[in-house]
């Protein structure tokens, strides 16, 4: 008999309370945030924090994305220094993670935090994955909702297609606005580039990329957001039996912005891979994108990609 596919419900009322029932049954669903879909579940539940990780294939040291929906209930969960503070006026809610100090009696499963002593916690503004937190009641971690370290989903039938009938509910709020997954920052260090840029972050903090000697937040592994295929960076051309992603004025099979445009490029990126991945080429090519601004977000997660 063939496996049972993952139902899809578009974004209304009955849809999220269907979704917070699961939740309080202790299941996962997959929800849009305004960066990439996510799988939630109450972050407080080991058994369903369990079902995230096994769910994804998804090393237990790699610790998971707290999702609340605002300042106070972060600073339940962790504590939020003068720095913390500044960012989380200037950017919650939005596309900002923050690694914070955790909170002795935070109550959260183990599993959420990979055993660290801090969290990754952010304040989506998303309409469906804050009306998830509303009613719920309950933190929601929520990595996104593909396989773990293949291509992130920014549709739900990306979210169908990777997840199959490990999901068994996928709230359909249609294509994800950002497109590539939050911008982590510890402290004055930012570990994942994403939407809310370095230029943005200076603006209130003085800020840097860096990196730690482990895994202290999520999206730090090496290989990440991989297609099937092979992937080669910077090409100005097809060669042989590429498909090729083009951006600007090279045009290519599919184009991340034909205007040159590094926003409408990220909001395009993970659509743009799936759809090489699933074409009759057997390799990937993509396009040069400039460094700057959200090109460092683009440019971060195509590195990983091509491994």
């Not at 849809?15 to 990439?36: C, K, M, S």
């Not at 969290?119 to 998830?132: G, S, Y």
């Not at 090489?276 to 400039?290: C, F, G, L, T």
Request: some cysteine; hydrophobic content about 50%; proline content about 7%.
């Amino acid at each position: 008999m063939a496996a049972q596919a993952p139902e899809i419900l578009g974004f209304d009322q009955d849809a999220v309370a269907r979704a917070a029932a699961a939740i309080a049954r202790g299941g996962i669903v997959a929800v849009p945030t305004e960066t990439v879909y996510g799988l939630a579940a109450d972050a407080r539940v080991p058994e369903a924090v369990a079902r995230i990780y096994a769910a994804k294939g998804r090393p237990s040291f790699n610790p998971l994305i707290v999702h609340v929906l605002d300042v106070a209930a972060a600073g339940r969960l962790a504590v939020l220094d003068e720095d913390a503070r500044m960012l989380a006026a200037r950017f919650w809610p939005g596309p900002l993670t923050l690694v914070l100090p955790l909170r002795g009696d935070a109550g959260l499963a183990g599993a959420v935090t990979a055993g660290l002593g801090t969290v990754a916690i952010r304040v989506p503004a998303h309409r469906a994955m804050r009306a998830l937190l509303t009613a719920s009641g309950v933190p929601l971690a929520a990595p996104s909702a593909n396989a773990s370290n293949h291509i992130s989903p920014t549709r739900a039938a990306h979210v169908a297609g990777s997840m199959g009938n490990r999901v068994p509910l996928i709230l359909d709020d249609g294509a994800c606005a950002a497109g590539v997954e939050s911008t982590i920052v510890a402290g004055r260090t930012i570990l994942r580039p994403g939407p809310v840029t370095q230029e943005m972050l200076a603006a209130v903090l003085p800020v840097a990329p860096g990196r730690t000697a482990h895994v202290s937040a999520p999206g730090q592994l090496a290989h990440h957001y991989a297609p099937r295929k092979p992937v080669r960076l910077d090409a100005v051309e097809r060669d042989g039996d590429e498909w090729l992603i083009g951006f600007g004025a090279v045009a290519g099979d599919d184009n991340l912005s034909a205007a040159g445009d590094p926003v409408e490029a990220a909001a395009r990126l993970f659509d743009a891979l799936h759809r090489a991945d699933a074409s009759d080429r057997v390799r990937i090519a993509v396009a040069p994108v400039p460094a700057g601004g959200m090109g460092a977000a683009i440019n971060d997660r195509l590195r990983r990609a091509a491994g």
